[in-house]
């Protein structure tokens, strides 16, 4: 029995090996989880109480329409419930999108090295992803991609702000400058996962066009990553759009509690946030100590420069060694970098340890 032509075409790929098969492979009984940008510092003690006092009532599924959620971020975002779709996280609302808006034969651009869920989802629907690489300085290449999308005219294009894997971010006024440049056929697929480690006043000022479909995730700030639920913005239509293919029962009933709760607790949002700031400074510190630099970040995690690609694979497998997981980017030239998230004190002295001694054993840095 043969899967279809398109499913039998794709190559085999594992878009992210998770901690627990490196464990597996490498016995480890327990790692340092620096590699997945999940929050080191927890989800709000509101949110697990709230899904705790619910936990008897597994047996039911969760609202389809996760209705009580969806006005409380209309609330938070001055919008209409009906301008908001609640999936099982980033990823879902990812898939959707691409489903919805990209025939197959159809063209999608993307930076090269960007979030790879996009392009498995473009590459598994049949579509066609058109890419153009980072700058030298680790940027998306917006007017490469602005110019990419006038030439091919694709019907989506993915923009992650702050960026996965760079932590680099765009000012709103010029990601509002650049979405006004594509052709008028190009959905504006617009990523902000790490929204909420950013004043909202340097985002992209609130837009609800068809155009445009911007998402976000309680994966992050909110701690919920294990949950499963994020949420797009976007118009009526193409919320209806979605509708028609999403799978109804696809967000976790305690998914949709926490959340609600995560939502109503600020205070703890903000220590999350300055938590993270005070992780990422002293990441800087460290690379400064090393004698290498950073990639400024407004994300949850740090780029530190290894000088070069196959040095910063050493050093990833070097920490794996000593219990410490992180991730790199794949593609050039942000593959010479290792990423690492925001850790606990804990955490951020043994990835501090660990990484003075594989720099010492793949050649301390010059």
Same mark, same amino acid.
């Given at each position: 029995?043969?899967?279809? @032509?398109?499913?039998?075409?794709? *190559?085999?790929?594992?878009?992210?090996? &998770?901690? #627990?098969?490196?464990?597996?492979?490498?016995?480890?009984?327990?790692?340092?989880?620096?590699?997945?940008? #999940?929050?080191? +510092?927890?989800?709000?003690?509101?949110?697990?109480?709230?899904?705790?006092?619910?936990?008897?009532?597994?047996?039911?599924?969760?609202?389809?329409?996760?209705?009580?959620?969806?006005?409380?971020?209309?609330?938070?975002?001055?919008?209409?419930?009906?301008?908001?779709? /609640?999936?099982?996280?980033?990823? !879902?609302?990812?898939?959707?999108? /691409?489903?919805? +808006? =990209?025939?197959? &034969?159809?063209?999608?651009?993307?930076?090269?090295?960007?979030?790879?869920?996009?392009?498995?989802?473009?590459?598994? %629907?049949?579509?066609?992803?058109?890419?153009?690489?980072?700058?030298?300085?680790?940027?998306?290449?917006?007017?490469?991609?602005?110019?990419?999308?006038?030439?091919?005219?694709?019907?989506?294009?993915?923009?992650?702000?702050?960026?996965?894997?760079?932590?680099?971010? =765009?000012?709103?006024? @010029?990601?509002?400058?650049?979405?006004?440049?594509?052709?008028?056929?190009?959905?504006?697929?617009? !990523?902000?996962? %790490?929204? !909420?480690?950013?004043?909202?006043?340097?985002?992209?000022?609130?837009?609800?066009?068809?155009?445009?479909?911007?998402?976000?995730?309680?994966?992050?700030?909110?701690?919920?990553?294990?949950?499963?639920? &994020? %949420?797009?913005?976007?118009?009526?239509?193409?919320?209806? @759009?979605?509708?028609?293919?999403?799978?109804? %029962?696809? /967000?976790?009933?305690?998914?949709?509690?926490?959340?609600?709760?995560?939502?109503?607790?600020?205070?703890?949002?903000?220590? /999350?946030?300055?938590?993270?700031?005070?992780?990422?400074?002293?990441?800087?510190?460290?690379?400064?100590?090393?004698?290498?630099?950073?990639?400024?970040?407004?994300?949850?995690?740090?780029?530190?420069?290894?000088?070069?690609?196959?040095?910063?694979?050493?050093?990833?497998?070097?920490?794996?060694?000593?219990?410490?997981?992180?991730?790199?980017? &794949?593609?050039?030239?942000?593959?010479?970098?290792? @990423?690492?998230?925001?850790?606990?004190? *804990?955490?951020?002295?043994?990835?501090?340890?660990?990484?003075?001694?594989?720099?010492?054993?793949?050649?301390?840095?010059?």
């Amino acid at each position: 029995m043969r899967a279809t @032509r398109l499913v039998e075409a794709l *190559p085999a790929n594992t878009p992210f090996i &998770g901690p #627990e098969r490196l464990m597996r492979e490498n016995g480890h009984t327990e790692l340092v989880r620096l590699g997945a940008n #999940e929050s080191a +510092f927890g989800p709000s003690p509101k949110a697990v109480e709230a899904m705790s006092a619910e936990l008897e009532r597994l047996s039911w599924y969760g609202d389809p329409d996760s209705f009580a959620l969806r006005e409380a971020l209309a609330a938070k975002h001055r919008c209409s419930v009906e301008q908001i779709l /609640v999936g099982s996280g980033i990823d !879902d609302l990812m898939g959707l999108t /691409v489903r919805a +808006f =990209v025939d197959i &034969g159809g063209g999608a651009v993307a930076a090269r090295g960007t979030y790879p869920t996009f392009a498995y989802h473009v590459a598994g %629907y049949g579509g066609r992803l058109e890419t153009v690489p980072y700058t030298n300085e680790g940027e998306q290449d917006l007017e490469a991609l602005a110019a990419l999308a006038r030439r091919v005219r694709p019907s989506v294009l993915y923009l992650a702000n702050p960026d996965n894997p760079s932590g680099v971010l =765009v000012e709103g006024e @010029r990601i509002a400058r650049f979405y006004e440049s594509l052709p008028d056929e190009t959905l504006l697929l617009l !990523d902000e996962a %790490y929204a !909420d480690f950013v004043a909202e006043s340097r985002l992209m000022e609130p837009r609800f066009e068809d155009r445009l479909v911007r998402v976000r995730t309680f994966s992050k700030a909110y701690g919920l990553a294990g949950a499963r639920i &994020g %949420y797009a913005l976007t118009t009526p239509r193409n919320a209806e @759009r979605f509708e028609r293919i999403r799978l109804q %029962y696809g /967000v976790n009933r305690n998914a949709q509690i926490g959340a609600l709760a995560a939502l109503q607790d600020d205070a703890h949002l903000r220590w /999350v946030v300055a938590e993270t700031a005070a992780a990422l400074g002293e990441y800087e510190t460290l690379a400064r100590d090393l004698g290498t630099t950073t990639i400024p970040s407004y994300a949850n995690f740090i780029c530190i420069d290894m000088g070069e690609a196959d040095r910063a694979t050493a050093i990833v497998r070097a920490l794996l060694r000593r219990g410490v997981w992180v991730r790199k980017p &794949g593609a050039p030239p942000l593959d010479r970098y290792i @990423r690492v998230s925001a850790g606990t004190p *804990p955490m951020r002295a043994a990835f501090a340890n660990a990484l003075r001694a594989a720099l010492v054993e793949c050649v301390a840095l010059p």
